[in-house]
């Protein structure tokens, strides 16, 4: 029992730990990475601890990046993950004469 404790406590120090040092290695990379790149990095790393640990491991760790991707200007939430489509402007003819 006290092993699983013991792992439990790791996976909660990892989910605490691991999305923080993950954006800041990504730091200076960052004009070069795409937006989805360090989001897919991110849930990459959120899966890893969820599946060391346990569920609150898991979600600990998905709110820690959550932080983490806020808090440096990659994916801001202002910003957005997704980028920014302009819409078509449809163009009516002028009535036919």
């Known amino acids: 029992m006290a092993r699983y404790l013991n792992r439990d406590g790791a996976a909660i120090a990892a989910a605490l730990a691991a999305p923080l040092v993950v954006v800041a290695v990504l730091l200076p990379f960052r004009a070069s990475w795409s937006n989805t790149n360090v989001a ?17 491991a898991g979600a600990l760790a998905a709110v820690s990046a959550a932080a983490a991707c806020a808090a440096s200007s990659k994916c801001s939430p202002a910003r957005g993950l997704a980028p920014r489509v302009r819409s078509a402007a449809l163009r009516v003819p002028a009535t036919m004469s």
């Open 40 to 56: 897919l990095l991110l849930v990459v790393t959120v899966v890893a601890v969820a599946a060391l640990g346990n569920r609150a």
